[in-house]
């Protein structure tokens, strides 16, 4: 399996725009997590699903702010409207399941928003 | 309020043990303790995971007391390939949900 593959990997948009992050979780995988990593705020958990249905979504900063699983092989992550104080980088992980296990990581989204 | 307390940075040598702990008041009575390495502009990655006393990996080792309320990543004989941020990562219960508690992460520099 290639890991958790994440798209695209540097993102620059203008404040204001919509962005919309990608991730596919490694085959088999059951549950899938979305962070946010800032120098600031350090490594945040944002959202986390388990079979395709979040589990919680209190992480997320506020309603700019969506995420979903439509199938156990892709997720998004949405912002809009995307403001600079989003800038950070995202990452999507994915792991066997929910609970006790090794999650392993994408190699993340550098979002910049201008 | 769970949380994860760690220390911000640490310093040491190649070749010296450098014990890292974590300290997780509240961490959920079946959840484990598990450990993660991260080198700049990549992902966290997993090294080690224990629920109590002691577990050893060809990396690491994780040392848990009794009371489970802190735990230390042990790394023997480091090297400069070491140089990393450290966090450590628990479950809590809070408000009947299950939560998942990151640390602020240990900044561990080695010097030749």
């Known amino acids: 399996d290639a890991g958790v593959i994440q798209s695209p990997r540097h993102e620059v948009t203008e404040m204001g725009q919509e962005v919309t992050l990608r991730c596919k979780p490694i085959?088999?995988?059951?549950?899938l997590f979305w962070y946010r990593q800032t120098m600031m705020r350090g490594l945040e958990l944002l959202i986390y699903?388990?079979?395709?249905?979040?589990?919680?979504d209190s992480g997320m900063p506020e309603d700019r702010f969506s995420a979903k699983m439509p199938n156990a092989s892709f997720s998004t992550l949405k912002i809009q409207p995307s403001e600079p104080r989003d800038s950070a980088v995202y990452f999507c992980?994915?792991?066997?399941?929910?609970?006790?296990?090794?999650?392993?990581f994408g190699q993340g989204t550098r979002l910049t928003v201008v | 309020l769970a949380k994860t307390t760690q220390p911000i940075s640490m310093d040491s040598y190649e070749g010296q043990e450098v014990n890292i702990t974590c300290s997780h008041n509240?961490?959920?009575?079946?959840?484990?303790i598990t450990w993660y390495q991260q080198f700049p502009s990549q992902g966290p990655r997993f090294i080690i995971q224990?629920?109590?006393?002691?577990v050893t990996n060809e990396v690491a080792s994780l040392f848990i007391p009794a009371d489970r309320k802190s735990s230390t990543l042990s790394l023997p004989r480091v090297s400069l390939s070491d140089t990393a941020v450290y966090y450590c990562?628990?479950?809590?219960?809070?408000?009947?949900?299950?939560?998942?508690?990151w640390g602020a992460g240990t900044k561990l520099i080695i010097k030749p």
């Open positions: 992980a994915s792991s066997f399941q929910l609970m006790n296990t090794e999650a392993f």
């Open positions: 085959s088999g995988h059951n549950s």
């Open positions: 699903f388990n079979n395709n249905v979040p589990i919680d």
């Open positions: 509240n961490i959920a009575t079946n959840d484990y």
């Open positions: 224990g629920y109590k006393t002691k």
């Open positions: 990562l628990v479950g809590a219960v809070m408000d009947s949900n299950y939560q998942l508690i």
